[in-house]
């Protein structure tokens, strides 16, 4: 088992910054591929960027050159930093870790962008 936790949610203004973090515990290793969903009211929960081990990572089209993933494999933690938020990335977003057929979620965290 794998448990995810999230935190660095928060409310921002148009055009902030905001870092999301994610600390896994339990079986985690770095064969974990790792990443962040967000799911918005009412709509289906979309990949926001994940990372594998090795460092290869995929970025939505949606957040490509403001949003970046990061991973600390000691740490077990992944981080997304991310800049110039728009009203459109208001959602909860959320931590994932997969492999193979085993996949774990976090409790997610509310970014809210605002004025």
């Known amino acids: 088992q794998v448990q995810l936790v999230e935190s660095g949610g928060g409310l921002v203004q148009p055009g902030g910054s905001l870092r999301l973090s994610c600390v896994a515990s339990?079986?985690?290793?770095?064969?974990?591929?790792m990443g962040w969903y967000r799911q918005a009211p009412g709509k289906q929960r979309n990949l926001v960027a994940l990372?594998?081990?090795?460092?290869?990572?995929t970025v939505d089209d949606s957040v490509k050159g403001r949003f970046a993933i990061s991973r600390d494999y000691a740490k077990n933690t992944i981080w997304l930093q991310m800049n110039s938020l728009k009203p459109e990335d208001t959602a909860v977003y959320y931590c994932?870790?997969?492999?193979?057929?085993?996949?774990?979620w976090g409790q997610g965290t509310q970014v809210t962008v605002s004025s």
């Open positions: 994932n870790a997969q492999k193979r057929d085993e996949a774990y």
């Open positions: 339990g079986s985690i290793d770095s064969s974990y591929i």
């Open positions: 990372i594998r081990s090795g460092g290869m990572r």
